[in-house]
Nanobody
Framework: QVQLVESGGGLVQAGGSLRLSCSASGLTFSRYAVGWFRQAPGKEREFVATINYSGYDTYYADSVKGRFTISRDNVQNTVYVQMNSLKPEETALYYC????????????????WGQGTLVNVSS
């Protein structure tokens, strides 16, 4: 059974940083790309960042470029997203998702999803 578990969310002041983790089990993690998405209250879920199976290819939403960094550790079966200079409007439930090999930015391209971790950025 495939399981993705997000962690690292919490309350942070505007301008602060958080590092989210996505831990995977039940799949050969090194063969899967992972994406991060977020859903703010009352809004549609949106793409944040993605990394391919090897870690060599990464893509970011324009809104987070230069502030967020996605990375992975295929020994620990974990993908991270370091989030710096957080803004109040980035308060959301953050999800990770997995798909075979190639990084992708569309939700429908992902097979497996976690339950999300809440990030609350106070002003």
């Amino acid at each position: 059974q495939v399981q993705l578990v997000e962690s690292g969310g919490g309350l942070v002041q505007a301008g602060g940083s958080l590092r989210l983790s996505c831990s995977a089990s039940g799949l050969t993690f090194s063969r899967y790309a992972v994406g991060w998405f977020r859903q703010a209250p009352g809004k549609e879920r949106e793409f944040v960042a993605t990394i391919n199976y090897s870690g060599y290819d990464t893509y970011y939403a324009d809104s987070v470029k230069g502030r967020f960094t996605i990375s992975r550790d295929n020994v620990q079966n974990t993908v991270y997203v370091q989030m710096n200079s957080l803004k109040p409007e980035e308060t959301a439930l953050y999800y990770c998702a997995a798909r075979p090999r190639v990084a992708a930015t569309l939700q429908r391209q992902y097979t497996y999803w976690g339950q999300g971790t809440l990030v609350n950025v106070s002003s």
